[in-house]
Nanobody, 124 residues
Framework: QVQLVESGGGLVQAGGSLRLSCTAS????????MGWFRQTPGKERAFVAA????????SVEDSVQGRFTITRVNLENTVYLEMNSLKPEDTAVYYC?????????????????WGQGTQVTVSS
């Protein structure tokens, strides 16, 4: 089993940047496909980005393509989500997730472990 802890959220002005971190304990992040999802009140948790456990291949949701980057540093046992050119519509609680699937997935059901989330607020 793996425990995930997110950090790095906060309040930023539109156009600014944040870097979210997801640190794992209990297992190495290299053993899992890792994903980031986000959720706003009244809406379902939505896929943002993922990096697979095998080749390091990534997938990024269309609305954040070119602005968000997901990376994994195995020595730090941490996955990062670098967010640039932030927009007010990026405001959400961001969740880190780990799944045993070998390939990137945009489906919540493919992820077995979840962190508690970190709030990102982008002001206009």
């Amino acid at each position: 089993q793996v425990q995930l802890v997110e950090s790095g959220g906060g309040l930023v002005q539109a156009g600014g940047s944040l870097r979210l971190s997801c640190t794992a304990s209990g297992r190495t992040v290299g053993m899992y496909t890792m994903g980031w999802f986000r959720q706003t009140p009244g809406k379902e948790r939505a896929f943002v980005a993922a990096i697979d456990r095998s080749s390091g291949g990534t997938s990024v949701e269309d609305s954040v393509q070119g602005r968000f980057t997901i990376t994994r540093v195995n020595l730090e046992n941490t996955v990062y989500l670098e967010m640039n050119s932030l927009k007010p519509e990026d405001t959400a609680v961001y969740y880190c997730a780990a799944g045993r699937t070998w390939f990137v997935s945009r489906l919540r059901s493919e992820y077995d472990y979840w962190g508690q989330g970190t709030q990102v607020t982008v002001s206009s």
